[in-house]
């Protein structure tokens, strides 16, 4: 694996068009000769997929939950049980009549029955089964979320790389720059053509960005890991940003139409929904506590024992039963009173995290909007600002050649046209997030999502 800690790349900001040939060629000399083959956002995906800790313990909570519905079936169906049992009975018989003689015997009993139980009328299991239903969809609505998470986080990994790649490039064609400035600084001090100011000033602005390019360095060793973390491997080369990117704007561009969808498509507010479905039915459940149950009984049983009496003959049982059996609760301690009022609380609970969820989607969705739109716009105005700040640098040298700019002017210029370029890579990654996220909130998202944005990517 190499050492990522030293290979700055460049996304589509050169297919774009802003990157000067002074920066594309520092960004080329820097980065070491690496496999043809670079991963792409997909390959992320399936990598984490298949090794993310949090997937899978979503989908085995999945696989656990599906078995919520046989449970709560299974009140509804008959009940069958075999009992047996064999006992040595050793028996000491004394009267209190002296004249009559007691007896001492020893002897075996037997026994075996098969006994069926059919529930005919049971509250509590019919509201049971039906609470299994809503929990069954509640693993699912879960499963959904995290998948849906995880599309997120994998973009989020994968595009936290390149914008600190791009940091580190950004950080090194400054450093690059401004060190030529130093240098020319400390040529003109000694030819007396500046003063001492002009190279104190170019030296602080290029330990600055020494620290800057340290940091830059450090921060991509960091999103490194966490992808890592990620798809429990070691982080491939990831494929950049290519001319295939564009800018596209919600559809439809309406924010409320959006806020709509997640008020109720959102999944988040699925799950909520589903718990106070949940909370409901438990009110019900409870409640069924103080009715009657009635179900229908049937039993089979053989028994047989010695007599224990010398000389007397044992005795063998068959019995057949077939019935029914009703059973009215009346007073329990105040036991199911106090259920249901714990029940009632806890509907009103998850009432409130419903309408909580509610306002979190509609509020994640304004700002993933937000971040679309308002991203796009931008994007357009930081590649204009681009343009003017190249055009404002070449000015301002032109400006100290022939005696009406400073140092300071240049170094300054130089400044603003390094951070038009980072935060027009920033801005970048915010929209593509933003759409994904956009998707999320309306309960969405999906992996062809992610392959529209896949194809923007650079072809291996």
């Known amino acids: 694996m190499p050492d990522h800690s030293i290979t700055p790349s460049l996304h589509h900001?050169?297919?774009?068009?802003?990157?000067?040939?002074?920066?594309?060629?520092?960004?080329?000399?820097v980065t070491p000769a690496v496999n043809s083959y670079a991963a792409d956002l997909i390959d992320i995906y399936k990598e984490a997929r298949s090794s993310d800790a949090v997937y899978a313990s979503a989908r085995a909570a999945w696989t656990a939950g599906q078995e919520k519905l046989p449970q709560g079936r299974a009140g509804l169906l008959p009940q069958l049980n075999l009992s047996a049992s064999t006992q040595h009975n050793d028996r000491e018989i004394n009267f209190r009549n002296p004249a009559i003689p007691g007896s001492v015997g020893q002897f075996n009993s037997n026994a075996v029955t098969l006994s069926l139980t059919q529930p005919l009328f049971r509250a509590q299991n019919y509201t049971q089964y039906e609470q299994a239903k809503t929990q069954v969809a509640q693993t699912d609505v879960q499963l959904a979320l995290v998948a849906q998470d995880l599309i997120v986080r994998a973009a989020q990994a994968y595009f936290d790389i390149l914008l600190a790649q791009d940091n580190v490039a950004f950080a090194g064609a400054q450093k690059t720059a401004i060190a030529e400035q130093l240098a020319q600084a400390k040529r003109n001090f000694e030819v007396g053509t500046a003063t001492i100011t002009d190279q104190h000033d170019a030296q602080a602005r290029y330990d600055l960005t020494v620290s800057q390019e340290i940091a830059a360095n450090n921060d991509l060793e960091i999103k490194y890991r966490a992808l890592e973390q990620l798809i429990g491997k070691p982080a491939p080369v990831l494929s950049l940003l290519g001319k295939q990117f564009s800018l596209m704007l919600p559809e439809p561009n309406?924010?409320?139409?959006?806020?709509?969808?997640?008020?109720?498509?959102?999944?988040?507010?699925?799950?909520?929904?589903?718990?106070?479905?949940?909370?409901?039915?438990?009110v019900k459940?409870?409640?069924?506590?103080?009715?009657?149950?009635l179900d229908a009984v049937a039993s089979y049983s053989e028994s047989g024992s010695g007599s224990g009496l010398q000389g007397g003959a044992g005795t063998d049982t068959t019995s057949r039963v077939i019935g029914l059996q009703l059973s009215v609760p009346i007073y329990q301690g105040g036991l199911t009173s106090s259920r249901v009022r714990e029940a009632l609380a806890n509907e009103d609970k998850a009432r409130q995290d419903l309408d909580n969820a509610r306002r979190t989607a509609e509020l994640g969705t304004r700002q993933a909007f937000l971040g679309v739109a308002n991203g796009a716009a931008q994007i357009k105005a930081l590649q204009a600002a681009l343009v003017s700040s190249q055009s404002s640098l070449a000015s301002t040298r032109l400006g100290l050649e022939v005696g009406v700019r400073t140092q300071v002017d240049v170094l300054n210029a130089q400044q603003q046209l390094f951070s038009t370029r980072r935060d027009l890579a920033q801005a970048t990654y915010n929209y593509i997030l933003s759409m994904l996220k956009l998707k999320a909130a309306v309960g969405r998202l999906a992996e062809d999502d992610l392959t529209q944005v896949n194809a923007w990517l650079a072809v291996k």
């Open 13 to 29: 900001l050169s297919m774009m068009r802003i990157l000067t040939p002074l920066t594309l060629a520092l960004a080329l000399a």
């Open 254 to 282: 309406r924010m409320d139409d959006w806020v709509q969808d997640a008020a109720r498509a959102n999944l988040q507010v699925q799950l909520s929904q589903f718990g106070l479905t949940f909370a409901t039915q438990e």
């Open 285 to 293: 459940r409870n409640r069924g506590g103080h009715l009657p149950t």
